[in-house]
């Protein structure tokens, strides 16, 4: 029996030994799977690595993206196209994202002995020098481009002032100024008049009695959906939870940069002609021809701010940019008056003005105003200010990433910040974080994944407590956040929201044209309500075809079809220099060249009827620029566009910082020197 009873013994350890190495195996294996995690992760470039712990958010979205959002194969025409799904953190994007880019902290120092400032009155500190007299006066927005200083006070007593940007400043006995600040606020002086309602329909009858709920716009100037899913990762999370946030996958561009999607979601319009790939539809006019908007004053009259305004809104806009805002870029004319109750114009006029004086750049210096985010502070003002009326405000925001996507990494948590804090001023308001189009400086945009993300946007709307069991309404949003989409559809939207969703209570949310209600033709198709069930071609978008999400099966051309890449080759270059020739631009800019040790890259399709569109990137000499191009069958190039893929500031920008064909230049004061 002891003998039994140690073999009995013996067995047990044996069969424990056994367990604990299968245990031990086990943990091996998942170790070496985490270090396989942590490889694909890993940047030798930068030397450092994403937590994976930390991280986890990134990676399940990561895993959402990649499963749950395929390539979206969409049949225009019998003209196959594909919207292309991309591994937002795949190995090579590592080229460009660096997550770990952070700022130096900036710790607040700014000291103000002199003026106070509560609830829109000024008046001096009570422990000021007898010694010491200061004064302030008012900037007003005039126009886009101009704003009017009012006259020079002494400040004596309190004062209520009637604008939201004023000069402040002090001198001693001895006349020597020894403060100056340039200061924002929200004025309670500004007159909410009732203003004409002129945009509506005769036919169409608004319901008075409904609810205007506010509406909140904030553009990050080249933010697209994937460099949000990267870098805005603690905002997102704050949105989507807190707000009912629903993100739009596949808003596409109406033009190349800022000002053609400013025209196409704020006033209805779309500047570029747009041709059908293979042309076989009519070319569709922009909606400016013969005019160049840029050189004319903007017609007004379908500005969806002007319509919330006359509805009854408070309005307000602040942008960062020193020299332009949205409609002004680059050195246009604009809007030719104010339109908003408050502006942040004056503020950036003034940077403009003072942009090398030592008092303004230690005053920003002293408030850590980096990369235009002061903007928020503008607006929590505006969130703060007690009012009857609704609110409608508009903040487009350039300095963060438009040179460097990387600054969002740290921006996220001054935006999250920034929302989290206002949560309630949100919480039952449509409220919409936006991109204009995604980042396109750099070699970026030369990759698959760049020239997408160039194309798409991101863009989320956030729903009013009030509507959160409005089961048809969201049903409606999240079925329509997997369409394509484009920037006529948010102008649709913000007047559905102004107009007939409001006049149902946003219950009847069947589709509607938005025609009936406006004095216009509605390009676009709401959001809140269901998009058709066969996708939309980016012709019937409004989309130019080079800035179509929806891919068509472009194959390389061998380089064997000589004749093919020399017409392309010739067409190519001619164009491109016409481009200077029409900017005026010959006697400061030299004449450009194929760089024949680069390779001239052509893509082809063919449609069923035979009819062939190609697709051409070159890199040209002086400079190493790079382009992208299409040309028809015929070798015409289309839509009279050729795109920059690399930045051309150091090469264009030395001999001219204002034409809109400065991206075609390489300045001839540069091969003198």
Known sequence: MNLLGKLSNNNKSFYFIQKVKVIVSIIIVLIIIQYIFFLFFYNEKNYYFINIFDNIKIINETKKIILNNGNNVLQY?????????????????????NIKKKLKRCNRIYKNNYYNLENGVLS??????????????????????????????????PIILDCDIFTFYCKNNKNQKIFLDFIFHINRGVQYKNI?????????????????????????????????????????????????????????????????????????????????????????????????????????????VNYYKQMGYITLNAEDYHFFGMFNYFSCVGI???????????????????????????????????????????????????????????????????????????????????????????NNSFTILMGDHGYRLNNFQKSDIGFHEH?????????????????????????????????????????????????????????????????????????????????????????????????????????????????????????????????NLTNICEKMFLDNNETFFVRKVTNKNGKALYQVEAVTLPGKAMYRAMFNEKIQLIGNDIIRLNQYKHQAEVCEKKSEYRKFCYCKKLLNN
């Open 77 to 97: 025409n019998d003209d196959e196209c594909t919207i292309k799904s991309y591994n937002p953190w795949s190995k090579n994007i590592f080229q460009w994202i």
């Open 124 to 157: 001096l500190k009570k422990n000021i020098s007898k010694n010491i007299t200061c004064f302030y006066y008012c900037h007003y927005p005039f126009n886009d481009r101009k704003m009017k200083d009012g006259n020079i006070f002494e400040v004596k007593k």
């Open 336 to 426: 030719d008056k104010n339109l908003y109750h408050h502006s942040f114009r004056p503020y950036q006029l003034l940077r403009s003005r003072y942009i090398k004086d030592n008092f303004y750049n230690n005053r920003k210096k002293e408030k850590c105003f980096i990369n235009g985010l002061e903007i928020l502070e503008f607006l929590e003002e505006f969130l703060k200010k007690n009012t009857s009326q609704p609110k409608f405000s508009l903040i487009w925001n350039s300095f963060l990433i438009h040179d460097n996507m990387n600054n969002l990494f740290d921006g996220d948590d001054k935006i999250y910040s920034f929302y989290l804090k206002n949560l309630e001023k949100f």
């Open 455 to 583: 194309k798409n946007p991101y863009f989320m709307i956030t729903i009013p407590y009030n509507l959160r069991n409005n089961a048809k309404l969201i049903n409606n949003l999240k079925i329509n956040s997997e369409k394509h989409i484009s920037f006529l559809d948010v102008y649709a939207t913000l007047l559905d929201i102004l107009t007939e969703g409001r006049n149902n209570n946003f219950i009847n949310l069947k589709p509607y044209d938005l025609s009936n209600v406006v004095n216009d033709k509605i390009k676009g198709k709401s959001l809140i309500r269901p998009l058709p069930d066969k996708p939309r071609s980016c012709y019937e978008m409004y989309i130019p075809i080079q800035y179509c999400l929806c891919q068509l099966n472009f194959k390389y051309l061998p380089q064997s079809n000589k004749k093919e890449y020399d017409m392309l080759k010739e067409a190519f270059i001619y164009q491109l220099n016409k481009k200077i020739i029409i900017g």
């Open 196 to 304: 004409p309602i002129t945009f509506l329909n005769s036919q169409y009858k608004i319901k008075e009695e409904t609810t205007k709920y506010d509406v909140h716009i904030y553009v990050i100037d080249s933010l697209s959906y994937y460099n949000a899913l990267r870098s805005l990762q603690n905002t997102r999370q704050l949105l989507l939870n807190k707000l009912n946030g629903i993100e739009m996958k596949f808003l596409n561009i109406n033009g190349e940069n800022s000002r053609p999607n400013a025209y196409s979601f704020l006033l209805n319009k779309n500047s570029y002609n747009v041709t059908d790939a293979f042309g076989n539809k009519p070319q569709i006019i922009n909606d400016f021809h013969p005019l160049n908007p840029c050189n004319h004053p903007l017609n007004i009259s379908t500005y969806i």
